[in-house]
């Protein structure tokens, strides 16, 4: 499957204080891997993260989410498995086009 990214600045998504209210419950049976991907995934099925959208910067997800950069790098592979985003090296990572 081929994939096509087109950066549009007025898809970027913003990530604010209180933006999300995501948290990672620590000591579950659920790893905090998991419980970010299967935020980001909702966020994008819903569409509140639209086709195209660039995604925060791994250090930003990690301040939104409360968690360290390695759970969101395994987190963003998950979704990447998925086909659900794509990672362009020097660019950032967007929400795959359908």
Known sequence: MRLSIVVQPSHSFKVSA???HCVVQHGTAVPPSRQVA?????RIRSGA???????PSIV???EEYGTSTGTIQKA????RAEELIVSVPNYG????ES
């Open 93 to 96: 990572t967007f929400v795959a």
């Open 49 to 55: 993260l639209a086709p195209g959208s660039r995604l």
């Open 38 to 42: 299967a935020n980001l995934r909702e």
């Open 60 to 62: 930003k997800l990690a």
């Open 76 to 79: 963003l592979a998950m979704l």
């Open 18 to 20: 209180g933006y999300c």
